[in-house]
């Protein structure tokens, strides 16, 4: 059992031991059983096959198709070579509509590419891309819209379709939160041209390192693959330019694993959520993200936003849980129009990015996931309710 907090003389800011013996982290990894995990890698050294589409990773890429209701799994390394990927079978070139308010990884993987993230306004409700903001942002550059379904909740889909329409450009969706997640009863992962998913450790569901592209388009799925493995098309013939965006066997065996597992996380997730909601009923001047109830949710983000006092008391409400041993985190300060290579090639970009920029400075993420201890829910909220 933690300490309670009950009293101001409680915080380990004032000299009392941290409420927790151990770092409670955000992205605390998920591990399924580890029995199933260390019977498949025996396999794969029985096999000695390793990587380039072992038999783990059609697997693996079936099941998240049949479990998405998707046409194609193209799982990648990482999440973020997945994205270069997906923009570049896309043909995105000159100027990319995508929020400032995302992983930094969403912009990096068209600047990396040569291509201008052009950083449109979010909702302050939900935090996702603002459609009316994305117009303003559109010029005869532009080419695509990258939407994040950040936390998993999802991005304005259909009014970014049609704007997309409109203006005869590419759409594709950062769901690097939102594998497990619904929208209109849809899975995420069947919306724009392609969808990008990660299985990085700290996700609700991981590979270690990994990610996916999905889509229903049988030719970007063709062009995909081939750009996964350097455009080889069999031996000694390739057609394609490509790069090595490969999962290798051991990432979809903990997939294989984790898949199993994800009842389990995404009920713990659950259970951490309400109790923080019924935790932070009663504290004044801050507000939790919701979740619709009416679609699936991996409910992997715990959203904390400080309503009251500014950017100063987000920073005191963090330094007070750090020194609790609670490593909470500001997703996604300052936004990426705000981070140094962002902020060199559009040094006033903050003026069209109000609600970005308001958003960012309110955030607290809080950790969740199977290791949470029962108690911490309460505890954070009562650090944050005692602090003057
Ligand atoms: N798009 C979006 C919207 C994303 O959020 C991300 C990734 C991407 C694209 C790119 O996908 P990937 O290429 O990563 O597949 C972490 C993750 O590294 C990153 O994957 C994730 N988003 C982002 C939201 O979070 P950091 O810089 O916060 O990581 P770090 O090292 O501070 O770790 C977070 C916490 O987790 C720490 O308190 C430590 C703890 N942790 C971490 C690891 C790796 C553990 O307890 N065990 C572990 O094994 O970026």
Known sequence: MSKRIVSVDDLALHGAPAAFDEVLHVGRPNVGDREKFLRLAGEMFDRRWLSNNGPLLQEFEQRIGDYLGVKHCIAMCNGTIALEIAIRALGLTGEVVVPSY???????????????????????????LDPDAVRRMITSRTTGIIGVHLWGRPAPVAE?????????????????HAFGC????????????????????????????????????????????????????????????????????????MGLTNLD??????????????????????????RLLEFDPKQSNNFQYVVLEVMEGGVERRDAILAALHAENVLARKYFWPGCHRMKPYRDLFPNAGVLLEHTQAVSDRVIVLPSGTTLPDDAPDVIAGVIRHLH
């Open 102 to 128: 995302t992983f930094v990884a969403t912009a990096h993987a068209l600047h990396w590419q040569g291509i201008t993230p052009v950083f449109a306004d979010i909702d302050p409700d939900t935090h996702n």
């Open 261 to 286: 597992y994800m009842d389990t996380v995404i009920k713990a997730n659950q259970r951490n959520h309400l109790a923080y909601k019924a935790a932070f009923a009663e504290v004044a001047g801050v």
């Open 160 to 176: 970014l379709q049609s704007i997309a329409d409109e203006h005869g450009l590419q759409l594709m969706f950062d769901a690097a």
């Open 182 to 253: 619904s929208h209109g009863g849809r899975m995420i992962g069947n919306f724009g041209r392609a969808e990008v998913l990660s299985f990085h450790a700290t996700k609700f569901f991981n590979t270690f390192e990994g990610g996916a592209v999905v889509t229903n388009d049988d030719d970007l799925a063709d062009t995909m693959r081939l750009m996964r493995n350097f455009g080889f098309a069999g031996f000694d013939n390739v057609i394609h330019p490509g790069t090595n965006g490969k999962m290798v066997e051991v990432c979809a065996a």
